[in-house]
Nanobody, 123 residues
C-alpha cells in the first residue's frame, strides 16, 4: 500500500483546510484509514479514522466537531476537512492505513504510513 498525503499549508486561526490521502496498491475496502499528527516536541497522536468496510468514522476529542474524515472512492482517496483551526492544530499530519476492518487509533496499530504534510495555523 502506498499513501500520498497532500494539502497542507499555512492558514489563519479560524480558517479551514482540506487534506487528502491518495491510496494505491491494495484493495482498500479491507483497510482502516486514519490521520495522525505530530506537533513539535510532542508524540504522534490520533486525529481521525475511517473504516472503509462500514463507512464509520472516529475522532479524537480535540478535533471532534471541527474535522471530518471522508472517502472518495472514485479517486481512491481519504480526505480530512479541517475547520475552525487554531494554533494548537499546528503539526505535521500523516495519513496511515491498517490491514484490518476494525477501529484502529494507535500509532503501533497502523501498518502503512505516508509522508507527512505540514499544517501551520498562525496569524
Amino acid at each position: 500500500v502506498q499513501l500520498q498525503a497532500y494539502g497542507g499549508g499555512l492558514v489563519q486561526p479560524g480558517g479551514s483546510l482540506r487534506l487528502s490521502c491518495a491510496v494505491s496498491g491494495r484493495d482498500f475496502s479491507a483497510l482502516t484509514m486514519a490521520w495522525f499528527r505530530q506537533a513539535p516536541g510532542k508524540e504522534r497522536e490520533f486525529v481521525a479514522a475511517f473504516r472503509w468496510s462500514t463507512r464509520s468514522t472516529h475522532y479524537s476529542g480535540s478535533v471532534k466537531g471541527r474535522f471530518t474524515i471522508s472517502r472518495d472512492s472514485a479517486k481512491k482517496a481519504v480526505s480530512l476537512q479541517m475547520t475552525n483551526l487554531n494554533p494548537e492544530d499546528t503539526a505535521v499530519y500523516y495519513c496511515a492505513a491498517a490491514r484490518t476492518t476494525a477501529v484502529v487509533t494507535t500509532v503501533n496499530g497502523m501498518d502503512y504510513w505516508g509522508k507527512g504534510t505540514l499544517v501551520t495555523v498562525s496569524s
